[in-house]
């Protein structure tokens, strides 16, 4: 009994029962008779037969059976692997997805940038609305830029500088609003100079294309000036009278009247 391996379960039970039946008849009867009783002995080589039988077969289910569970726990590692690669695969792609939502917000603001830009640039060359010496009219932002640039010089008192711009204005632009402001100060930068001619022509332009203009009436008085400076009395005298009539509620009148009285 002592030698005979009892496996588990039903295969176990059998053995143990075949080996219990073996024993009983090895120990029913005397040897004698077990040797003698051949069909005895075949029975029990028969259910010894049977217990081996019963005992590999129970190995092999064994062996299956951790075979089967080796295989299942390399199927479940298998699994789980792919489960982490694709976790890993995942985490990638939403990383990529997050850097091309950056890409796409970064591209739309440059784009925003860029036609921002572009409304810039292109509202410089865009006419604007301007007021000068009480007309408002359109102006391109270079003739704008220039006339106020030789403005700027004679302020500063370059007025060589000036009526060389203000010419170069006249002859650029001469349909622009600014004409009559332009014609009024380089009359004035050619008084400052000494071109008293010159000087005077451009006053009497302006006085001619733009007889309501606000700068006509110190214009005309400005003529007078020159003509004073040339030492042409006379016309200085006419030039101040007309003035008085044609203007007579400006301060260019006022100013005029005081010097025709010194002028007589």
């Not at 073996?22 to 077990?34: C, E, T």
């Not at 259910?47 to 199927?75: C, F, I, P, T, W």
């Amino acid at each position: 009994m002592s030698a005979l391996r009892i496996p588990r379960g039903a295969a176990a039970r059998t053995v143990a029962l075949a080996a219990v039946c073996v024993a009983a008849l090895g120990w029913s009867q005397p040897s004698h008779a077990l040797f003698e009783d051949g069909e005895a002995r075949r029975a029990i080589l028969e259910l010894r037969e049977r217990v081996d039988a019963l005992q590999q077969s129970s190995q092999r289910a064994g062996e299956r059976s951790g075979g089967e569970l080796s295989q299942l726990r390399r199927s479940l590692l298998d699994l789980q692997a792919q489960i982490e690669a694709l976790r890993t695969e995942q985490a990638l792609l939403r990383g990529q997805n997050e850097q091309l939502l950056r890409d796409v917000a970064e591209l739309q603001r440059k784009q925003k940038d860029m036609a921002q830009g572009m409304d810039e640039r292109l509202r410089q060359f865009e006419p604007t609305t301007v007021s000068v010496d009480g007309r408002e009219f359109s102006a391109d932002p270079a003739e704008k830029r220039d006339y106020e640039a030789a403005l700027a010089s004679f302020r500063a008192g370059k007025f060589a500088e000036s009526a060389t711009a203000f010419g170069a204005f006249l002859r650029q632009y001469p349909q622009s609003g600014y004409v009559p402001s332009a014609r009024f100060w380089l009359g004035n930068a050619q008084y400052a100079t000494r071109d008293y001619a010159q000087a005077i022509n451009n006053f009497k332009a302006l006085l001619s294309a733009a007889p309501e203009h606000a700068r006509a009436p110190e214009a005309a008085l400005s003529i007078a000036n020159c003509q004073v400076e040339l030492k042409d009395t006379r016309a200085a005298r006419k030039t101040l009278e007309d003035l008085i009539r044609a203007y007579p509620d400006s301060e260019a009148a006022a100013a005029a009247k005081e010097r025709l009285a010194r002028l007589k």
